[in-house]
């Protein structure tokens, strides 16, 4: 029995909503998998605009062409402001287009807006990335909040991971409308990543070269503005202070209260690059030659192990334990001499960069995005039940950096 109620006659209409970058790149495997899903599906993209340039970069990389366009975004929005924006925009879509499954991502405030809007409707939502939790209700903020919010509204929960079905399991949400799939993340990375890529924006093809390491850096965070973004940043200056061998790359977020902090404590020194955020083909692809990563972000904790790069977690804790216990990711907190210590580490000790390097990926295998489709057409009773996903044990092999991935890199 189909566990949702699909059209009389013609096919079924999917809407996908999304409005920032990361929720892009992780969708855009979906999107492209549901265009090759036969006649008997029919994709619908809508586009908030959380974020209008860093996200019309990931459409374009991606060849994704959106049939609606919110536009919402405004300079210094609230969270409020966003949700309503995007609550009054969606209303008026899902009128017209009478979708039978709306499809969100992640954990962002279009995420939890979409899925309330579509509710209003009676319009089933899939969520995609569900399950999971950092357990704290304020970090991160707003995203922990918003994953349970639509983790309540949902009907289809694509889980990347067992733990994360696991959360929904111990929430009550029934397991028969739980898929374990996988990250999409890794898919936009395999079809993104080249050893052969070259950088198109002016000074990033030196970064790293000639025997000498890459640090990157992000941070973003609303519980890292104030003191603690000033912690962070004063702890990489030291850094590349103590060693005359690393070029340090800070991609800075356009939100002034990340900005203003970041150049007044790293401007002006000859070996550190403040850089707007890079379009994802260019930061992917310098992901794959840093040394290591340092970031208080989600989706990394999952793209830098693919390529075998260790990520320093500039936060307290993660909804993303997985990495943790893999050793690939290792919790940081924001405390300059603890932040600095554990860098420095990573530089002075090959030893423990290689165990941090080699360990096991347990995000995905590039086939995310497939098996989503899969239980989708479950879901409607066009197919059988998907495969899940089950993640590589400890020891197993992983692509290395110059192997097993499809890239689209320049040539």
Not at 14 to 38: C, D, H, N, W, Y
Not at 128 to 157: C, S
Request: aromatic share 6%.
């Amino acid at each position: 029995m189909a566990l949702l109620a699909g059209p009389d006659q013609g096919p079924i209409r999917i809407m996908s909503v999304f409005g920032t970058r990361p929720e892009a790149v992780k969708m855009a495997p979906v999107v492209s998998a549901l265009r090759q899903a036969g006649p008997d599906i029919s994709s619908l993209v809508v586009v908030t605009a959380q974020h209008r340039e860093m996200l019309d970069q990931v459409l374009r990389h991606f060849a994704i062409r959106s049939d609606y366009d919110l536009d919402i975004m405004r300079p210094r929005q609230t969270l409020t402001q966003i949700t309503v924006r995007a609550l009054r925009g969606l209303e008026a879509v899902l009128e017209r287009q009478r979708p039978h499954l709306v499809l969100v991502h992640g954990d962002t405030s279009t995420t939890f807006a979409a899925s309330l809007a579509a509710f209003f409707h009676r319009v089933p939502v899939g969520h995609v990335e569900a399950g999971l939790r950092t357990g704290e209700r304020y970090a991160p903020f707003p995203e922990e909040m918003n994953r349970r919010l639509t983790a309540v509204l949902a009907q289809l929960n694509f889980a990347p991971t067992p733990r994360a079905a696991a959360n929904l399991a111990r929430e009550g949400v029934d397991p028969a409308v739980v898929f374990v799939t996988g990250n999409t993340a890794i898919d936009a990375l395999y079809q993104t990543y080249s050893p052969a890529y070259r950088f198109v924006t002016p000074g990033l093809e030196g970064l790293g070269a000639g025997g000498r390491r890459l640090v990157l850096a992000e941070a973003h965070r609303r519980e890292n503005w104030g003191r603690r973004m000033e912690d962070i940043c004063r702890a990489l200056r030291r850094l590349v202070d103590a060693f005359p061998e690393v070029d340090l790359l800070f991609s800075v977020h356009r939100n002034p209260q990340v900005d203003s902090v970041v150049r007044r404590e790293l401007g002006g020194h000859p070996r550190v690059s403040l850089l707007a955020p890079l379009p994802y083909p260019e930061w992917a692809n310098l992901v794959g030659r840093a040394h290591f990563v340092v970031s208080d972000s989600g989706g990394v904790q999952e793209e830098a192990p693919s390529l075998g790069v260790p990520v320093l977690l500039l936060r307290d804790v993660t909804e993303r334990p997985e990495a943790i216990e893999a050793g690939t990711v290792r919790i940081v907190g924001t405390d300059a001499s603890r932040v600095f210590e554990a860098c420095a580490g990573l530089l002075r000790d090959p030893d423990q960069h290689r165990a941090m390097a080699t360990a096991v990926n347990p995000y995905g295998d590039g086939r995310a995005a497939e098996r989503i489709v899969a239980a989708i057409r479950y879901a409607f009773g066009l197919g059988p039940r998907p495969p899940d996903f089950a993640p590589p044990p400890p020891g197993a092999a992983r692509p290395t950096k110059t192997e097993g991935f499809r890239g689209r890199g320049q040539n």
